[in-house]
């Protein structure tokens, strides 16, 4: 499949079948499981579709990037530059949505903006979707104004229940606060020494699930005897998404929620795989950027 095709819609339709399911499978107990950059391997990340993909097959969450553009308008974006997403090129704080960004396309899908993020999260049937921005800091902390502005579009609804503001650092924990009041944070990065740091002040942990499950300093078990939550990413292999249920996190990013469901659907029905079997996986068709 190449850059610029759209996935097939045969995709969507067989999925469809089976949402009555999925949608049970949401309220399961366990670990949550939003989609990481919503469906991106069936999908062009990021996109509306490859959000709405990853719903429709059961994520309860999802987590996707901003970045803001020269003339403002924050967009979901992971990189810095425009060149492996979309058809156009350079950085995102040197072009303009009005007139430039606007009119890309990322395989074949529309670059979409935080407004129309929100706009899905509102609908009646989406109301139960949280999802995770992730604010990375080679953003100008200036975004996080931004962000807020799109928020206050709509003051007549309550964001707060379903958005995870992700920092990685002090700097735009404060911000954040400042600008964002009400709003839960989330420490992301691979640094448990870190997010010491931010112990006392976020509402959860987003970490790298290989530091999580290889800590040796009792990190984890503080959090929770905290209250606090812990998301682990980017959890793809079958077998490392049965270890953080047993281990106990809260949320599992992933780039395949399918395959996450369907590990807790194998570990509710007690089948008890040995390990070396989580990692037998048919997903189906996968997105190629090259």
């Keep these: 499949m190449s850059k ?3 996935p097939p819609k045969s995709v969507i339709q067989s999925i469809s079948q089976s949402c009555t399911t999925n949608l049970i499978e949401r309220r399961d107990e366990g670990a949550s499981s939003p989609g990481h950059r919503g469906l991106p391997k069936q999908n062009p990340e990021n996109t509306i579709r490859s959000l709405q993909h990853a ?7 999802l987590e996707s990037d901003v970045r803001m553009t020269r003339d403002g308008q924050v967009i979901m974006m992971h990189d810095m530059t425009l060149d492996r997403t979309t058809n156009g090129t350079g950085l995102v704080t040197a072009r303009n949505w009005s007139g430039y960004v606007e009119y890309l396309k990322t395989g074949g899908e529309r670059v979409p903006t935080l407004t129309e993020v929100l706009e899905l999260l509102m609908r009646e049937e989406n109301r139960d979707i949280w ?3 992730d604010v990375k ?10 962000i807020a502005s799109v928020f206050n579009i709509y003051p007549n609804y309550d964001f707060t229940a379903q958005f995870h503001i992700g920092i990685w650092n002090e700097e735009f924990f404060i911000r954040a606060r400042k600008v964002l009041p009400g ?9 448990i020494s870190l997010a010491r740091l931010l112990f006392d002040k976020v509402e959860s942990f987003n970490l790298e699930f290989i530091y999580v499950f290889s800590d040796q300093s009792g990190f984890f078990d503080e959090v929770k005897s905290h209250g ?7 959890v793809n292999k079958e077998k490392d998404m049965y270890k953080a ?3 106990g996190v809260d949320a599992i990013l992933s780039d395949y929620v399918d395959r996450c469901l369907r590990v807790r659907r194998r570990r509710r029905g007690g089948k008890g795989l040995a390990l070396e079997e989580w990692d037998k996986n048919d997903v189906g068709v996968e997105w190629d950027w090259e």
């Design 4 to 6: 610029h095709d759209v």
């Design 55 to 61: 719903i429709l097959v059961g994520a309860d969450g």
């Design 131 to 133: 999802i995770v921005l």
């Design 137 to 146: 800091d080679d953003n100008s902390i200036e975004i996080l104004d931004a």
């Design 183 to 191: 709003f839960p944070t989330s420490f992301i990065g691979s640094d």
């Design 228 to 234: 606090r939550s812990v998301f682990v990413w980017t």
């Design 245 to 247: 249920i047993k281990f």
